[in-house]
């Protein structure tokens, strides 16, 4: 369990159950590694408070830049910062990040493969009330297009944290999702995040669910809620590419069968990853589970995840019945 | 402007804060502030300007309106309700689940909404679009598209721009709501964009400066946008973040924030009382 700050207890009121949006974990380590490494920089696109980069700029305000509402130069800025040796963060909602500026990460960071990390938030159909506009399924899909690029979909607050002094780490571009809801943290202190690495959190021989980001939990539980009946095998598979073949084949020879689970259209995203791998090399039959093909819409949440089925009855209902 | 018109007009901008305050207030989110400075501009446009018919939303000679800054929806729903588009009551629906009444305004769903918008920069392009069709088909529709001073951050804006006037759109008109703020802070501290006025007679627009609550003056504007030929207009409008609700008025936190009941509370009676006010 991650140690809390006073003010965390004090807001939460209860340690034990405490949750965390992972744009929050965004932010602190990004304050939390600056002194480390002195090239970090960081840029926002007016909405530092939200991405949670405002926590990075209040330690650090000559280090944060903000492009104000233009994301597309921002990307192009970033470029311009990696070529000259520095290790621009960039961060905007994923609609934003990935979207507005697919052209120009594609050109301009990936073809040049510059040292650019995107840190980008409010990430799948979780948003919320904002609607379809802001509820980004399609982020995932675009970068694991761009050649060289690094996408990795933590799924708590230790695993966001490793994965963005992972991305400082490596050299080249990275895609960083990162949510908005508040979700639980499961990974253990000692978790030692690898990118490229997924990890096996429960053993199981019946089927294996492997999912991505803040639906971690809800796979876990699925598991548990039908251990006796069912034997699920869970993997978390932060890293969606370089995807992990490796468990993955493992995983199809000995439960020949996959669901994949990740907040995210089934077009292009951890389910797609997923079955290239077992299609060519060890076919199975892989269920995706995620975002239909189709637009999210306003409501809290919590409630589009029930609603999409992207939830342990969601995920318990589909392997019943198989 | 007649003032017995003038009253009315701002008695029904008082009514569309109010539809504001409500949604925004029920929905337990959503972007008050922006709404709220946008409130006389848009109760003037569709009371008094605009060609539209809520009988006959869809008519193909309508005058057409585009929300560019697409998160200040509440205070379109609001005036579109006022208006007779969709019942007055069904503001408190705002963002729910089943709701039309979506975050960001969405065409085909909600009668009276011309374009889908709320990723910024991308509804004033569509606006350009629709006063191209305006203009090739030589109709005689009017374009209306109204930009925050953030968004017109963003470089798709001054494609924008440079677009409109190349093709001599003067049946378009596009408002800039001046009221300094965006979601970081202040404007001229975040990434300026002044002077607006010369950037945009740069790029080939006649440009009117005003201030975005006085109703003479929104008049004026309106009426000289409309004689301008062979160029697209610009109303450049000074105008207060949250206007209405004192608590909300230049603070950059109500940007995107629902009051809580006691909040709403006080802004409905500051409303009621400034309606009273101009009732008696
Ligand atoms: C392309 C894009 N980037 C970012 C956002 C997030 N966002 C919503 S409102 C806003 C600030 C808008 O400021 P301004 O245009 O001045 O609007 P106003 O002050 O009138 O509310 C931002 C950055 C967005 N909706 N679209
Ligand atoms: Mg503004």
């Known amino acids: 369990m991650a140690e809390l700050s006073e003010k965390e207890l004090r807001q939460d009121g209860n340690a034990v159950n405490k949750k965390k949006a992972t744009r929050d974990s965004y932010g602190e380590a990004l304050r939390d590694l600056a002194d480390r490494y002195p090239d970090l920089v960081v840029l926002d696109a007016d909405v530092a408070e939200a991405t949670k980069t405002a926590i990075f700029r209040k330690a650090y305000p000559d280090r944060h830049f903000d492009c ?47 040292n650019v990390k995107i840190g980008a938030t409010h990430a799948g159909i979780s948003v919320g009330e904002d609607g379809a506009t802001h509820q980004c399924c399609e982020d995932i899909a675009l970068m694991r297009t761009v050649p060289g690029m690094t996408v990795i979909v933590p799924s708590d607050d230790i695993e966001a944290k490793a994965a963005v002094e992972a991305a400082i780490l490596h050299k080249g571009p990275v895609y960083l999702r990162f949510g908005r809801l508040p979700v639980s943290i499961f990974n253990d202190s ?35 809620e039908l251990s006796g009946k069912v034997s699920v095998r869970v993997i978390n598979m932060p890293t969606v590419k370089p995807v992990d073949e490796e468990i993955i084949l493992k995983a199809a020879r000995e439960t020949g069968e996959i669901i994949t689970l990740e907040e995210h259209s089934v077009i292009g995203g951890l389910g797609d990853a997923v079955a290239a791998v077992t299609s060519e090399k060890c076919p199975v039959r892989v269920k995706k589970l995620g975002v239909n093909d189709v637009f999210g819409h306003s409501g809290p949440g919590d409630v589009l995840l029930k609603e999409f089925d992207l939830t342990k009855e969601g995920i318990v209902k589909l392997i019943v019945n198989r | 402007m007649d003032t017995a018109v003038k009253k009315q007009l701002k008695a029904m901008a008082c009514r569309v804060r109010m539809g504001v305050v409500e949604g925004v207030y029920n929905a337990k989110s959503g972007h008050p502030g922006g709404s709220l400075g946008l409130a006389d501009t848009l109760t003037y446009l569709y009371m008094m300007r605009m060609n539209v018919d809520p009988e006959n939303p869809g008519n193909p000679e309508r005058d057409r309106f585009v929300l560019s800054k697409g998160h200040n929806a509440p205070v379109l729903y609001s005036v579109l309700a006022y208006s007779g588009f969709f019942p007055v009551d069904e503001l408190k629906t705002l963002r729910k689940i089943g709701s039309r009444l979506q975050g960001h305004p969405v065409m085909g769903t909600v009668p009276g909404v011309d374009m889908s918008t709320g990723s910024l920069g991308q509804g004033f392009s569509a606006a350009c679009g629709m006063a191209l069709a305006g203009k090739t088909d030589r109709a005689g529709y009017r374009v209306y598209a109204v930009l925050g001073d953030g968004e017109i951050q963003e470089g798709q804006v001054w494609e924008a ?18 009221n300094n703020l965006q979601i970081d802070g202040k404007v001229s501290d975040i990434m300026s964009v002044y002077p607006i006025d010369e950037k945009f007679r740069a790029f080939g627009w006649h440009t009117v400066c005003i201030d975005g609550h006085d109703f003479d003056r929104i008049e004026q504007a309106f009426e000289d946008a409309e004689k301008t030929s062979g160029k697209p207009t610009v109303i450049i409008q000074k105008t207060v973040k949250g206007k209405g609700v004192s608590f909300m008025e230049n603070a950059a936190n109500w940007h995107g924030m629902a009051p809580n009941q006691e909040q709403y509370e006080m802004a409905m009676s500051e409303l009621a009382e400034c309606l009273k006010q101009l009732e008696d």
């Open chain 1, 68 to 114: 104000g509402i233009q994301e597309a130069n921002m990307m192009g800025v970033a470029a311009g910062l990696a070529a000259a040796g520095k290790i621009p963060f960039v961060s905007s909602f994923a609609m934003f990040a990935a979207g507005r500026a697919y052209e120009i990460i594609r050109n301009s960071v990936g073809y040049p493969h510059l």
């Open chain 1, 190 to 224: 000692s978790y030692k995040f690898e990118i490229g690495k997924g990890v096996l959190l429960r053993d199981g021989t019946d089927i294996t669910v492997i999912a991505c980001g803040i639906l971690v939990p809800q796979a876990m539980a699925a598991a548990e």
């Open chain 2, 161 to 178: 721009a440079m677009f409109a006037s190349h093709y001599g759109l003067d049946n378009l008109t596009a408002i800039v709501d001046n």
